[in-house]
């Protein structure tokens, strides 16, 4: 399934212990070795010719050295988000969640690609539609769904909310478009001032690609030299609005300008996965040399309606969303894995039907959480970091000043 396809398709140019990292792919982003040498063995997998555009740049490799075992956790982990977001848009229309909502059904390439090829050191920060990122970087799925239903339990207490999860490495779920472009930049800084080989991976929106605060953060990385990834995920819709109704020009891989881009075909992990990869060797040095920022487009679209308000069919035709749903990254992969012979369908649905029923489980878990306390103290809790409270609070009159326990 080419990025061209993708393009052409929708016809447009284009720590509590909540947050323990989920064991099923701990050993995977830890650099362990698994337990099963045949099905850990290296195999070489083929990448297609029109899966990358590139600019002042060579393009990643089109051979990707994985493992049986490392394409069904690939698989296991899209279709974990999927079920993750299928399930989190039922429990919005039972009322159960309120607020904000936003799922990512049909990007999970982009979240699953990424982490299988950083390490867990590296840090990343991205937007508000984050629920795949922060179970990739380690966060529980009954922390994730406690968080959706704001329970005390929850990633981030109950507090947060859909838009605002963290975990180790995780810097969020941030709610203002494009805003933490620039915390993503200073993360990198740190990480080039504390002289670690970390490469930062800081996601973003098309929608957010046209935000001053974006092309600032581009200057001081490359002036810098930082070791960050830019990634533009490029859903194709900004809200309601398409790129090309919002963007002069859509080549957002290009414009880094004074650094180099790769545009990726989002909709197929393993390529994801190869680019992404083959950034880490050249921001880190481990090719030989520090290359500085990239800048990375993936391609992807989005299923669902920008919020749990919006259908999602009144910009778009639903002969635009049959199409895309064609090349739907979950079924690109189970069709990459059938023909090589990793699973056959009957056992991949197997795994399917035991993915399900292990995130119905753990919202049961969720749904029993507490909720948190109406208390003042909780009103006040986690505004900063605990233990680094000031003596107290002031309110909006004297009278309501809140004094911190110490």
Request: glycine share 10%; hydrophobic share 35%.
């Amino acid at each position: 399934m080419s990025i061209c396809t993708i393009r052409s398709t929708a016809g447009r140019f284009p720590a509590r212990s909540l947050w323990t990292l989920p064991s099923q792919h701990r050993s995977l982003m830890a650099g362990e070795s698994a337990q099963s040498s045949g099905d850990d063995r290296i195999i070489n997998v083929s990448i297609p010719k029109d899966s990358f555009d590139t600019y002042n740049i060579d393009p990643p490799p089109y051979s990707l050295e994985t493992s049986k075992s490392e394409l069904r956790q690939l698989y296991k982990d899209m279709t974990t988000i999927r079920r993750l977001e299928l399930l989190s848009d039922q429990l919005y229309k039972e009322r159960k969640i309120r607020g904000f909502c936003h799922l990512s059904t049909g990007q999970e390439a982009v979240a699953v690609g990424i982490e299988h090829a950083i390490i867990k050191s590296d840090p990343l920060i991205t937007a508000y539609r984050s629920h795949g990122f922060t179970y990739m970087r380690g966060g529980r799925l009954r922390s994730i769904i406690g968080e959706l239903l704001g329970k005390q339990d929850g990633i981030s207490y109950g507090k947060g909310g859909s838009m605002h999860m963290f975990a180790k490495g995780f810097y969020g779920g941030n709610g203002i478009v494009g805003a933490h472009v620039p915390v993503g930049t200073g993360i990198s800084l740190a990480q080039q001032y504390s002289e670690k080989m970390n490469m930062t991976v800081d996601m973003y929106g098309d929608g957010a690609a046209n935000q001053g605060q974006v092309h600032e953060s581009f200057n001081m990385a490359k002036l810098w030299n930082l070791p960050v990834l830019y990634g533009c995920e490029n859903n194709q819709y900004g809200m309601g609005t398409s790129a090309e109704r919002s963007s002069a020009m859509t080549d957002y891989y290009k414009r880094g300008h004074y650094f180099p881009g790769i545009r990726i075909n989002g909709m197929d992990v393993l390529a994801v996965l190869s680019a992404v990869k083959y950034a880490r060797r050249l921001i880190t040095g481990e090719e030989g040399s520090h290359e500085g920022p990239l800048l990375y487009e993936f391609v992807t679209y989005r299923f669902a309606g920008h919020s749990m308000s919006d259908p999602g069919i009144a910009y778009r035709s639903r002969e635009e969303l049959k199409d895309a749903r064609k090349q739907d990254p979950l079924i690109v992969l189970k069709d990459r894995m059938i023909e090589l012979k990793i699973n056959t369908e009957d056992e991949l649905k197997t795994m399917e039907k035991e993915i399900r029923a292990h995130v119905n489980a753990e919202a049961e878990v969720a749904l029993k959480m507490d909720d948190p306390p109406p208390t003042q103290n909780t009103l006040f809790q986690d505004i900063y970091v605990r233990g680094a409270e000031p003596p107290y609070m002031r309110g909006t009159t004297a009278d309501k000043t809140y004094y911190y326990a110490h």
